[in-house]
């Protein structure tokens, strides 16, 4: 999304004096304004990383060397008409252009000389579009997941639950093994080796079917006043000697005074617990997660997030904000629309199942709360962000 509120718009034009007066018309009625002189250069800017910030497209369909309709088939390649707008500017006489532009892929155009008014009506009515198509998807996403979610919840609370016996019986034999293997010279060595595998398989098991548990349980949380930061704290106490062997080591920026929060200490502890691990390993080298904790206004917030939530956080609420944030390498787009997804993981086989997130997001969504997750600006890496209502007090 563009840095301004109002938008970014990306002006190709070759005409100088046309695209100075259009920058200047843009500044003034408060959109940022960037220019190009040409198809490639302009190309060039939505390939690199500033393209993802430009909202709308102002394409002049003559232009010398390539013009507007090959920018704007090229721009649809990669960049489908609802992500980017593309309006198209054309003199009077050019009808047959406008009719190829919009068959290409162009979203409107405006005639030249341009009329200011009609410009910023136009540029409005397409970047709501754009901004409702956004939110649209963003809800249909979430109900997507929550469907998902049900369906693991039923499956898994059943087959948790008759897996889980066995698994007890398995460790038992494996307690049992393992005594019995004590000081029996040579064999004990190799049977040592099988039994400390088998307990690996063993607790693997056991930790998929406890987090098939955790997605599905239809928690009743046990909420209490406190901070944060002792959840935050306590939970760090659990992680940090096994990860300062990894190289992990933590920063604590943690609000003083921070109004209290109603949540659940163990489900919060859980919440962190996965937000962490996560850090952890997506830095295999090592490296440092750093934790603050602020009270804030909730921002950013979709209309649809959280609606599965009790009384759920909206923009603009009071909110304490917990983020952490690791030197990996961050997330792709891809990874980042998809993370949530009960089962989405990008871990080798074996190692990951894809529900810590998920259950992160419906914890936080049963205390009111939310989960946000956005790649680091100034470095790479990842940051998320927990929000709890400091309202929900008021009900307690
Ligand atoms: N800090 C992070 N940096 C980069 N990618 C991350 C980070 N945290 C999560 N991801 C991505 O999101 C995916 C889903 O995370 P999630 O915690 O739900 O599942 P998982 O870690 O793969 O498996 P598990 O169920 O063991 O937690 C990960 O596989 C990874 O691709
Ligand atoms: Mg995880």
Request: overall charge neutral.
């Amino acid at each position: 999304m563009s840095a301004n509120p109002r938008g970014t718009i990306l002006v190709i034009e070759d005409n100088l004096v046309n695209r100075r007066v259009l920058q200047a018309k843009l500044t003034g009625a408060g959109y940022a304004c960037i220019c190009r002189e040409g198809g490639p250069e302009a190309l060039e800017l939505l390939r690199g990383e500033a393209g993802a910030g430009i909202d709308l497209v102002l394409l002049d369909v003559m232009m010398p060397g390539m013009d507007g309709l090959d920018v704007l088939r090229r721009i649809r390649e990669v960049r489908p008409r609802v992500e980017l707008p593309v309006i198209m500017t054309t003199s009077l006489d050019q009808t047959a252009d406008v009719v190829r532009a919009l068959d290409a892929g162009a979203n409107d155009y405006v005639a030249k000389p341009i009329d200011l008014a009609v410009l910023l009506s136009r540029l409005a009515t397409h970047l709501d579009l754009k901004r409702v198509h956004a939110e649209l998807r963003a809800s249909h996403r979430s109900l997507v997941e929550a469907a998902k979610m049900e369906s693991v919840a039923l499956l898994a609370a059943g087959v948790a639950h008759e897996i889980r016996n066995p698994l007890a019986q398995i460790k038992m034999g494996l307690d049992a093994l393992e005594e019995a293997g004590n000081g029996d010279g040579d064999t004990a060595g190799g049977r040592g080796q099988l039994t400390a595998l088998m307990r690996q398989s063993v607790e693997r098991a056991d930790g998929i079917v406890r987090g098939l548990m955790a997605a599905a349980a239809n928690q009743k949380l046990k909420t209490a006043p406190g901070q944060v930061n002792e959840v935050v704290e306590e939970t760090w106490n659990l992680v940090s000697e096994d990860f300062t062997k990894r190289g992990v080591l933590g920063r604590f920026d943690l609000g003083r005074s921070l109004p209290a929060v109603a949540y659940d200490r163990s489900e919060m502890r859980r919440v962190l617990l996965h937000i962490f691990l996560n850090a952890a390993q997506a830095m295999e080298q090592g490296g440092e997660i750093a934790v603050t904790t602020r009270q804030e206004k909730a921002a950013g917030l979709a209309a649809s997030e959280g609606a599965r939530g009790a009384g759920h956080l909206r923009n603009g609420a009071p909110a304490v904000a917990i983020s952490i944030s690791d030197e990996g390498p961050g997330a792709t787009d891809e990874v980042l629309e998809r993370m949530f997804e009960p089962f989405f993981t990008t871990r080798a086989a074996g190692s990951g199942i894809g529900l810590g997130l998920s259950v992160v997001r419906k914890l936080m969504e049963l205390h009111g709360g939310a989960v946000q997750v956005q790649n680091r600006t100034e470095r790479s890496g990842l940051t998320v962000k927990l929000l709890l209502p400091t309202s929900r007090l008021g009900f307690l």
